[in-house]
């Protein structure tokens, strides 16, 4: 499941699996009922938690007995953006490119300019020199 993509959709998943595993423990699941229940890496796992608790939509305590979850407002799931946003990374790295390659374009004109100096440089130190040679 590919859980980092769509936190909408995985905001719902953990909030239906808490409320299951609640109902059949008869007490707040852990992190690690959650993912083992929902097949997910317990790394994702807390991932998706800790990003639900700063959104305030779960409560997560820690305490003698393991990390409990807890269900804060599940209401604010349906403030999370729906769909696929692109990822924040991607966004840096086009934006990188996107620099990067009007740097190479001011490096080539900037060469160009230089080879036409050069050129113009040489053609005048050829004249001068004819000028000189002829008596």
Not at 34 to 54: F, I
Not at 106 to 124: G, I, P, T, Y
Request: charged share 30%.
């Amino acid at each position: 499941m590919k859980i980092l993509g769509n936190l909408y959709d995985s905001a719902h998943l953990v909030v239906s699996a808490a409320r299951v595993l609640e109902h059949q423990k008869a007490a707040p699941p852990s992190v690690e009922q959650v993912c083992s229940l929902l097949s997910l890496n317990p790394e994702q796992g807390y991932l998706v938690c800790r990003r639900l608790e700063e959104l305030g939509i779960i409560e997560i305590v820690e305490g003698a007995f393991g990390t409990r979850i807890s269900i804060k407002d599940h209401l604010k799931i349906e403030e999370i953006p729906k769909g696929k946003k692109q990822n924040d990374l991607a966004k840096e790295l086009a934006a990188f490119q996107d620099a990067r390659k009007g740097i190479s374009k001011k490096v080539e004109s900037f060469q160009a300019q230089q080879a036409e100096k050069k050129k113009n440089l040489f053609e005048d130190l050829e004249k001068q020199l004819k000028k000189k040679l002829k008596p």
